[in-house]
């Protein structure tokens, strides 16, 4: 059965460093998202791609986040610096297109120390 | 972005108990789809409701999206342990420019007490 792969599943980073999360969506899926999600709650849009083009990054601290999608099929989110807020787990899903329903992947547990 | 308003936020309940969760909205979605999380993994995708009025039963659980594309409900028949877990609303909306997007609503904590 195809899956959302993310890697790393786990990471234990130091404030002030940087830090990459990598997502290989389903083959095929246009539309990959990336959310961030706080324990207990509902995930929050980072930034949405359609192929390679960025459609929605208006929550995402630009600041010191940045992701991207270069061949329009996997993508990387980098942290630079992580900040101890950062903390939190972040899922990557994807869909045939952007008005199907969406597969996540398992997710990165960020702690940032 | 469109909100997903879920309720209740928590509920603990004893084996065997029925239950309902809600998810409303102001906006209308052009379809909804439920989710149930374990913790330590990505959400896992149970339900995508897409007709006004539209039930959908997935063994004990039934899903109903409202008659005007706002609303949609979760109700589990005889709750057992395994059925613990965040379970999830997102709605599919239309944010113009040919574009749909996806938001959440905050989930409701299950447990599940044998």
């Known amino acids: 059965e195809a899956e959302v792969a993310q890697s790393p599943r786990y990471k234990i980073t130091e404030k002030s460093q940087a830090v990459a999360f990598w997502c290989d969506p389903i083959?095929?899926?246009?539309?990959l998202y990336w959310y961030r999600q706080i324990l207990g709650q509902g995930p929050e849009l980072l930034v949405q791609?359609?192929?390679?083009?960025?459609?929605?990054d208006s929550q995402l601290p630009k600041d010191r986040f940045s992701a991207e999608r270069l061949k329009g099929v996997d993508s990387t989110l980098k942290i630079q610096p992580a900040e101890l807020g950062d903390s939190a787990m972040y899922l990557c899903?994807?869909?045939?297109?952007?008005?199907?329903?969406?597969?996540f992947g398992q997710g990165t547990r960020l702690t940032v120390v | 972005t469109q909100l997903l308003e879920q309720s209740p936020q928590f509920l603990s309940i004893q084996e065997g108990e029925n239950l309902t969760v809600y998810c409303n909205s102001s906006?209308?979605?052009?379809?909804l789809q439920w989710y149930r999380q374990e913790p330590g993994e990505g959400p896992v995708l149970l339900v995508t409701?897409?007709?006004?009025?539209e039930v959908k039963k997935l063994k004990r659980l039934t899903f109903q999206f409202g008659d005007a594309r706002k609303d949609s409900s979760l109700h589990i028949t005889a709750a057992q342990p395994g059925d613990t877990g965040l379970y999830l609303c997102?709605?599919?909306?239309?944010?113009?420019?040919?574009?749909?997007?996806?938001?959440f609503g905050k989930g409701t904590k299950l447990s599940v007490i044998p």
């Open positions: 899903a994807s869909s045939f297109s952007a008005n199907t329903e969406a597969f």
């Open positions: 083959s095929g899926h246009a539309t």
């Open positions: 791609f359609q192929d390679e083009s960025v459609v929605d």
């Open positions: 906006s209308v979605f052009s379809s």
């Open positions: 409701v897409v007709t006004g009025g």
């Open positions: 997102a709605g599919t909306y239309y944010s113009g420019a040919g574009s749909y997007q996806l938001t």
